[in-house]
């Protein structure tokens, strides 16, 4: 594969993942289709790209591989719609709640032991998530901020589920760690269908720029990007600290290109969650100071 014969440095695929990802928020907005219609252009574009740059690894289907891919279809399209109807802050801040469910699931699922810290982590993100609902003042790029509101909500949570799903044991089996992330996006693409149908778009030049960029970049090219910058050597706990910039950068791009501005709630719920998920990442992952 063209990308594992490159030179660049691991670190620097990922963070070029990262930034990729970063741009989903603007782009989404960008287009004047509804979500529907840029859930499925998006989903069957990055399922092509998916395929074509990882299918001589297999594409094993399985019923374990179904349940995570609907997992991984259920972020995608609750993100989307959540960026379309709510402030683009709003979206990717609660969407980056995923690490309260796997705190609360995995010793559920993955018999993993609960400590104390994780309930202070959890509790301080609740409380960072209850401050987007404080000010729901709707904009033309934000109609809709509560449902929107709720969706990054279902967004974060569907999105744990599935990270709780991929560090199964019967995931790590798959010698294709994108499999669910190409059916994933079929399943989108079916279940946007009728939905599509039912409201014909009529898509401009500037929706198609946006869905060719957001399908085979934002998702196809940058989870690639990702995997083989993690599997040529960056620390999984490193991936993740660079991930922080994700959220980070979202919001920034759609104030400066379509002057979108968050609330000072949205603002400080989102500081709140960040600041409290990167720090119970760096507890968790540091390694202990030994007595003197």
């Known amino acids: 594969m063209l990308l594992n014969k490159t030179k660049l440095p691991p670190v620097i695929l990922v963070l070029l993942a990262v930034l990729l990802w970063s741009t989903g928020g603007v782009f989404i907005k960008l287009t004047t289709l509804d979500a529907f219609a840029v859930n499925a252009g998006r989903s069957l574009l990055a399922a092509i790209t998916v395929f074509l740059l990882t299918h001589k690894k297999g594409l094993k289907f399985d019923y374990f591989t179904l349940l995570a ?3 991984y279809a259920g972020t995608l399209s609750c993100f989307v719609y959540a960026t379309k109807t709510t402030y683009a802050a709003n979206a990717i801040f609660l969407q ?3 690490p309260v469910y ?3 699931l995995s010793p559920l699922i993955l018999k993993e032991r609960f400590r104390p810290s994780d309930l202070l982590t959890i509790i301080f993100c609740m409380f960072g998530m209850m401050l987007f609902f404080f000010e729901m003042e709707p904009i033309q790029t934000a109609p809709n901020v509560s449902l929107g509101n709720i969706f990054g909500l279902l967004s974060g949570l569907f999105f744990g589920l599935y990270f709780v799903l991929l560090r199964h ?3 790590l089996k798959n010698p294709n760690p994108a499999v669910s992330v190409f059916y994933g996006n079929l399943i989108v693409v079916l279940v946007m269908l009728p939905f599509i149908f039912q409201n014909p778009p009529n898509p401009s030049s500037i929706d198609y720029l946006a869905i060719f960029f957001l399908g085979v970049f934002q998702i196809g090219l940058a989870y690639i990007l990702f995997t083989n910058g993690v599997a040529s050597g960056v620390r999984p706990f490193d991936a993740s600290i660079l991930g922080f910039i994700e959220p980070l950068l979202n919001p ?3 104030f400066v290109f379509l002057g979108e501005t968050p609330s000072p709630w949205a603002i400080l719920g989102g500081a709140i969650i960040l600041t409290t998920v990167a720090f119970h990442t760096l507890k968790q992952n540091l390694p202990a100071q030994k007595p003197v």
Request: hydrophobic share 80%.
């Open 69 to 71: 891919a609907l997992l």
């Open 102 to 104: 796997v705190l609360i």
């Open 252 to 254: 920034l791009w759609v």
């Open 169 to 171: 044991p019967l995931a």
């Open 96 to 98: 980056y709640t995923a």
